[in-house]
């Protein structure tokens, strides 16, 4: 794996050193600051990467790393230790693609955020697929919503299979009445890229209506968030 580095105070460059692509950087940085929408996925990679390596020419590590990973979704949701197996990835290009992520769904989740969820309904899509519909993994995690239905708490209650069902239905309504939460969403993705319900994601999804009416907690909805789109199972008229 090749070593990055950024450049030191001081440095000047050696005679017959080969130049830094600086009126290439340049062009792509007026670019970005006037019409970056025209920009393609691979020059905005090399630039984000040429901020964390300045001293290195990123373009061909932008076109490895979208060639192995798909796109720039599935490469910013990369596990890191996936991204360093492509040549040239070492732990600031690592970074800088995990800030860029991490500034995206903040962004969205304060959209999300902003209005009561049942009537910002697109905001709070786009905020799920654009942190769950890429993960490897399967997650579970539970939207709690006060009584003006605005979220609240987004956490993550487990990962893996959502077979276990028992134990999820008593967490989940748990830390509902820990935080004093009036509704909740459920929603996981499916790694497989189909958002289609199995089977255990209904009698799941059932069970933690049943216990959250006792306790006059309601369940709005369970998402299932996959690449290929989402299911709603109220939307779908199984719960």
């Known amino acids: 794996m090749a070593v990055e580095c950024a450049p030191q105070a001081g440095y000047a460059r050696p005679m017959g050193e080969a130049p830094d692509h600086a009126g290439h950087r340049a062009r792509l940085r ?7 929408e025209g920009m393609a996925d691979y020059e905005l990679v090399e630039y984000l990467l040429a901020l964390a390596i300045p001293r290195r020419d990123t373009k061909p590590l932008a076109k490895r790393l979208l060639d192995r990973f798909g796109g720039i979704p599935a490469l910013v949701n990369a596990d890191p230790a996936e991204i360093a197996r492509v040549d040239g990835a070492g732990d600031a290009s690592i970074a800088a693609l995990k800030i860029a992520h991490a500034v995206a769904i903040r962004l969205l ?4 955020e902003a209005k009561p969820v049942l009537g910002n309904w697109q905001a709070l899509l786009d905020y799920l697929r654009a942190s769950m519909a890429h993960h490897g993994n399967e997650q579970f995690r539970v939207l709690h919503l006060n009584t003006r239905n605005m979220l609240i708490r987004d956490e993550t209650m487990g990962k893996g299979s959502i077979d276990e069902a028992p134990v999820y239905v008593r967490e ?7 935080l004093k ?7 996981h993705n499916h790694p497989s890229g189909d958002p289609s319900p199995s089977r255990a994601d ?3 999804t059932r069970s933690v209506i049943d216990a959250g009416k006792r306790l006059g907690i309601a369940v709005h909805d369970h998402i299932i968030i996959g690449m290929k789109g989402f299911t709603s199972l109220r939307g779908q008229g199984l719960i």
């Not at 007026?30 to 970056?36: F, K, S, V």
């Not at 989940?172 to 820990?178: G, L």
């Open 181 to 187: 939460s009036a509704a909740i969403i459920l929603v």
């Open 30 to 36: 007026t670019r970005l600051l006037g019409e970056p």
């Open 172 to 178: 989940v309504i748990r830390r509902a009445m820990d």
């Open 202 to 204: 209904i009698d799941m």
């Open 109 to 112: 989740k304060i959209e999300a």
